[in-house]
């Protein structure tokens, strides 16, 4: 099926073969496998189903386009999708400025075509995609995913991309490799606060290598059926669903491959208050509020009750692993 892009004039290939039974049978087979101690070896596996368990099932047509509702439905997920609206007019992206309605006022000055992403550092195979060969890589997927915000608001949100390992695998990184970084565009021209003081330009990124490989690590390209509006990080970002939104960079246009940890863009800005790891926890207060209740976009009525936050933002059953015998606290 294709994800018709009149905009940038180009086709999403997106494949939808996954059913919720698929997913419910994986979850069984999981249970067999535990029962009989074999359950190690069959998790990550396990962790790509899971992953695949939000896939969405498209029944027909996508959404149309700019500005309209999204016809997604039979999601596996329970809870409601946020308002396209919503999740295009309330965004950061601090080289747009830094108040929430910023990015939707000035992202139409970036210039996302031509676009290419430099694959670089420590891999076996480093090149420059464009954004076409990048998107026929690996066969798309929609996937509903929340994402949290540090700063306490959460949406959710029907995104289209492979995972992150898909490409990894492809340009073979070097048994050195430990670190992926992010880099996202830094272009003055059409970035009107880029050289602003609030950060250290070019907004940097970055993942410990297994985290970067897990399958919930989405290379994204589009939502709601859609190419990603300027806003949310055209034309390719990250969404890593559970950690805080920073995380996921936006724009990118370099993905490098290092031995040492990066120092990224909030790590550098304010290192007490943004650490390397930044996974949702809301037993792990940020320094000036709690993490521990969030506030849905969209519901904030007046008899809107905050949310409890989840342990990695309700995906601790896929990634927990990852950071089995870590101190949380030490390490946010
Ligand atoms: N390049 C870049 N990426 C970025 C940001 C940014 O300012 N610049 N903000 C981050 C933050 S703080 C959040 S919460 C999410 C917001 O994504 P959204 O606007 O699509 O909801 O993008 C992240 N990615
Ligand atoms: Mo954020």
Redesign the pocket.
Known sequence: MLIKTNASGFDHPFSSEITPQAAYQGRRDMIRLMATGAAGAALAGWAGREALAQTVQKPGKLASLPGGKSAVSGAVTMEKVTDYKD?TS??????FGTDKAD?AKNAHTLVTKPWSVAIEGLVKQPKSYTLEDLIKLSPQEERIYR?R???GWS?VIPWVGYSLSELIKKVEPLGSAKYVEFV?QADPRTMPFVGSRVLDWP?V?ALRMDEAMHPLALLTFGMYGEVLPN???APV?MVLPWK???K????IVRIRFTDKEPRTAWNKAAAQEYGFYSNVNPNVDHPRWSQATERRIGEDGLFAKKRKTLMFNGYEAQVGQLYAGMDLKKNF
């Open positions: 999740v309330y965004n950061n992206f601090y080289e990015p994402l915000c540090v700063e949406m996202t907004y990124e806003q949310n990080g970002r805080y939104g920073f996921s960079g936006k724009s």
